[in-house]
């Protein structure tokens, strides 16, 4: 346990000295929150250009942006993720020094992604503070359910973090299209998941994909924390209780706990039959 | 009994991938690649153990799969009595790897970053960890270079951390692949001594070494390992191999330059040849491993019908690139 825990801190260190040390502490402030702002723009402006006007609904407007807002989560952890045993692996070719150290590999990668969750909470954070005090979301920090945000926000970051880890898995094998794998899975995610319009508009089989992965009711719940009185009708998720929600949440993120665990170890032992882990290919 | 190595009949294969075999003119199983056949080498605890071949030997697949990295195609592969394949764990607790040539290191720390960061994947308790690594910065000669981004530091200076990565955690086994390889004297100087006395500061700490430096390994070695072509051709101490070709005489022909060298292979008491041509200087140099000296009537002559003339001819007594010679019938570089 205090082994694993050193490599979480150990590993946490490392990925915040690579986030945060390119460039000066300012550039890096001034980073921080432009990207997010900017990012948040490009919705608000296609919506007002989609609609022919200002954001007037604003029940649809908060669902769209706050679906949008905590899916920044999912690209940075998922992208991240993964994207620590190609850098590793390829850029610093550090990969193999870390393997055979006598540590779990699944704890350094749970610590690189620690450094990805609050580089993305910091964006999360902005993008939110920008969407209420500016655009006008009528989040209101005395009436909204604080203990289901917290909750749900921590087994969400648990089921990214493992998605995440079955994704290293597979990168384990791949070097070319790693960058595309996390790519692609996080756009899946973005139009199964009712990231930005309810599943309820996806064909039969799209809603049925959509309900099968848990970043679907992670949102959800993300979206009645902050806005308990405020929800949007039709979206598929609408009518279910609070507990419910909660219950699909970690019983979906429990499945793919143990899915990455498989994937992971698949990974690790065909890599390692193959010489993959410490390739380098130049991608 | 334990060894801290032991390889029986290990064997590893890289296959290459169907689609290629397609393209290829060739039948698919031409394809594969043996790295490594039906090794066996026994390693015992306090050896420093070299492992003497030419690029592409297998030297490097050996390391891999002792380190962990890599799983052979067939036999066993023990560190510490570990298997390899089953085992992992434990031997990754006892052990550290160095390889030479390579750029690895997170480029955005600094050394004494990089150097702390890897102590914590090992246990180390901080404090102890940066007394450890401020000790060998300074027994390197780069404690000037502890506040250096890694990315700024030169070759020599890069190796020298990679090294000090590598012994800062006390392994009881360690493998350095070509741990001096593209540096400079002083560096490779630096490093040899270091190793040589680590590994004779404490009982029970093991070496395995590869290199195709013939020096290197005649100098740090106690027992040392041929292989060719991913097999081993002989293993004994350096001064045993040596004794193999002691009847030979080594002889070295500086000539004119040589069109066709191989015209003097199967002379009469030459056990083996190699030469190379010295294109600056419009010369060949040969070496000679002649059973009977009554050969060297017979090569002059051979030289001369070519219309060369010879600079000089020197007798050595028999070096490991000698025994290498001899064993594998080519040179090493």
């Not at chain 1, 980073?31 to 604003?58: C, D, N, R, W």
């Not at chain 1, 049925?208 to 806005?227: C, D, F, H, N, Q």
């Not at chain 1, 193959?274 to 290919?281: L, P, R, S």
């Not at chain 2, 480029?107 to 150097?115: I, S, V, Y």
Request: hydrophobic letters at 45%; proline letters at 3%; glycine letters at 8%.
């Amino acid at each position: 346990m205090k082994e694993n825990l050193r490599t979480l801190l150990g590993a946490g260190w490392l990925g915040w000295q690579m986030e945060a040390n390119w460039t000066d502490p300012f550039l890096f402030m001034i980073y921080s929150v432009a990207k997010p702002v900017s990012a948040a723009l490009i919705l608000v402006f296609m919506y007002i250009v989609i609609l022919g006007g200002v954001a007037t609904e604003s029940t649809a407007f908060a669902y769209i942006f706050l679906g949008n807002a905590f899916f920044i989560y999912v690209g940075q952890v998922l992208f991240g993720v993964t994207w620590v045993i190609h850098e590793d692996r390829e850029h610093f070719q550090t990969l193999k020094l870390i393997y055979i150290s006598p540590i779990s590999f699944y704890y350094y990668i749970i610590g690189r992604a620690g450094s990805k969750i609050l580089i993305a909470t910091v964006a999360v954070v902005v993008t939110l503070l920008f969407g209420i005090f500016i655009l006008g979301i009528p989040v209101d920090a005395f009436t909204m359910d604080w203990a289901l945000l917290v909750l749900c926000l921590t087994v969400g970051m648990a089921c990214l973090v493992s998605i995440g880890i079955a994704l290293a898995g597979i990168t384990f094998m791949t070097a070319k299209h790693s960058g595309g794998i996390n790519e692609g899975i996080a756009g899946l995610f973005y139009v199964f998941c009712g990231v930005v319009f309810p599943i309820t508009q996806l064909p039969a089989w799209g809603q049925s994909l959509g309900y099968a992965i848990p970043v679907t009711y992670w949102l959800e719940a993300m979206r009645k924390a902050l806005l308990p009185a405020q929800q949007l009708e039709g979206t598929g998720l609408h009518g279910i209780e609070n507990f419910w929600l909660v219950a699909l949440l970690a019983v979906s993120a429990l499945f793919f706990y143990f899915l990455s665990i498989l994937i992971f170890r698949l990974g690790d032992y065909l890599a390692r039959r193959a010489g993959k882990i410490d390739m380098t290919t130049a991608y | 009994m334990n060894y801290a190595v032991e390889t029986k009949d290990l064997t590893r294969i890289f296959r290459v991938k169907k689609r290629r075999r397609r393209r290829s003119e060739s039948k698919g199983s031409e394809q594969d690649v043996t790295a490594l056949k039906d090794v066996n080498l026994r390693i015992e605890e306090g050896e420093l153990f070299g492992l003497l071949g030419p690029n592409g030997a297998g030297k490097t697949t050996l390391i891999k799969i002792l380190c962990t990295l890599l799983l052979p195609t067939s036999g066993k592969a023990y560190v510490a009595g570990n298997d390899v394949e089953k085992d992992p764990y434990p031997i990754r607790r006892i052990i550290n790897m160095v390889s030479g040539g390579e750029t690895s290191g997170y480029g955005l720390l600094t050394t004494r970053e990089n150097l702390w960061m890897f102590s914590q994947f090992y246990g180390i308790p901080s404090k102890e960890a940066k007394k450890r690594i401020d000790e060998m910065l300074e027994a390197f000669g780069i404690w000037d270079k502890r506040n250096a981004k890694v990315r700024t530091l030169s070759t020599g200076e890069r190796q020298k951390a990679n090294v000090i990565r590598g012994f800062m955690t006390d392994p009881s086994i360690i493998f350095l692949d070509e741990p001096t390889l593209g540096l400079d004297v002083n560096a490779s100087r630096t490093i040899r001594k270091f190793i040589s006395d680590w590994v004779r500061e404490t009982s029970g700490r093991t070496v395995l070494l590869t290199t195709h430096y013939m020096m290197e390994a005649d100098e740090l070695c106690d027992r040392l390992a041929i292989i060719d072509e991913g097999g081993i051709v002989a293993c004994d101490t350096p001064r045993n191999l040596k004794k193999t070709v002691s009847k030979a005489s080594s002889l070295m022909f500086e000539a004119d330059y040589l069109r066709d060298p191989d015209k003097l292979k199967g002379i009469e008491g030459i056990q083996n040849f190699t030469y190379k041509h010295n294109g600056q200087m419009n010369r060949t140099l040969l070496t000679f491993i002649v059973e009977d000296e009554s050969a060297v009537a017979d090569i002059v002559s051979r030289i001369v019908e070519q219309g060369a003339k010879i600079h000089s001819l020197e007798k050595r007594e028999p070096t490991l690139e000698d025994v290498f010679v001899s064993l594998v019938g080519k040179g090493l570089a």
